[in-house]
């Protein structure tokens, strides 16, 4: 079987784009692994799956999986390749669509400027909603977040949980350079108290706009950008009094632009998103 394919990345965050409005594709996990796999396959952080509206008020269905070949909530990255992906595929030609995904409707929209626009909708921060398990710990308020102390194996790592649609478990660092991303995010991804696991998220606060951000992705690794990750570490610093409401995230691939003005209000996320190339590849 050969399968049509799109890569694209947003401030490095990469994706395989597959259309499944024109074509039918139904990839088991194993197959999914090898798209992404960076030496045998096409090389990528998700696969992203475009799919026709399953509901009257969406305008198509958005299916992200990580590389590890498991279907996962959310993508902010992603999001914004996906309406850059449907509008130069002709698939629509609304500048500003909806979408549904595991983590509930958002809605991407093509900015004048080029890059785009993403209403990620409210955040959430109540330990079931990214699936944590409190039992036995205590948690310590800082401003407007409640910070839970993590033990073993990340015995001392103080975290806020932010759900974005899917999991995320930050910490804000001094020095992100040096911030123990690559020791420390596969331990807390895998932590025995997440259920679902999670995305730990590393943030350094420059001032009050600006910030940089690091993220050991669930299923896929540190990445070059996390759009959820930039808007929960942002959302967390906020919470914490660090951060004013606009802010320009500095990541490993490029800039982002996160937005938020307080509880109950939905997260803005905004940024590139870059066609690399089309092509097909046997399956």
Not at 96 to 118: K, Q
Not at 165 to 185: K, R, S, W
Not at 247 to 274: F, I, M, N
Request: hydrophobic share 40%; proline share 4%.
């Amino acid at each position: 079987m050969k399968l049509t394919f799109t890569k694209m990345q947003g401030a490095g965050n990469d994706f395989v784009v597959l259309d499944g409005v024109r074509q039918s594709i139904a990839l088991d996990a194993a197959q999914l692994r090898f798209l992404a796999d960076r030496h045998f396959g096409v090389g990528a952080d998700q696969i992203l799956l475009v799919e026709p509206a399953d509901g009257p008020d969406v305008d198509f269905r958005y299916r992200i999986f990580n590389a590890d070949g498991q279907e996962v909530e959310q993508c902010g990255n992603g999001a914004r390749c996906f309406v850059k992906f449907v509008h130069e595929a002709a698939l629509t030609d609304k500048r500003a669509i909806r979408v549904a995904t595991l983590g509930g409707i958002i809605e991407p929209r093509l900015e004048d400027d080029g890059w785009v626009s993403v209403n990620m909708g409210v955040p959430r921060f109540e330990p079931s909603s990214v699936g944590f398990d409190a039992a036995g710990l205590s948690s310590r308020q800082d401003h407007d977040a409640q910070l839970w102390t993590l033990d073993a194996p990340c015995a001392g790592a103080e975290v806020m949980l932010v759900s974005m649609g899917n999991p995320h478990a930050v910490q804000c660092v001094d020095d992100v350079a040096l911030a123990p991303v690559t020791e420390q995010g596969p331990l807390i991804e895998r932590h025995r108290r997440f259920a679902r696991g999670v995305n730990a998220g590393f943030i350094q606060c420059l001032g009050r706009s600006k910030a940089r951000v690091r993220v050991w992705e669930r299923g896929s690794g540190e990445t070059l950008a996390c759009g959820t990750g930039a808007c929960a570490a942002v959302v967390s610093a906020i919470a914490r009094d660090r951060l004013d409401g606009d802010v320009r995230v500095h990541v490993r691939g490029g800039q982002l632009r996160v937005r938020w003005t307080g509880p109950g209000q939905p997260v803005t996320l905004s940024g590139p998103a870059v066609t690399v190339f089309t092509g097909q590849i046997a399956l």
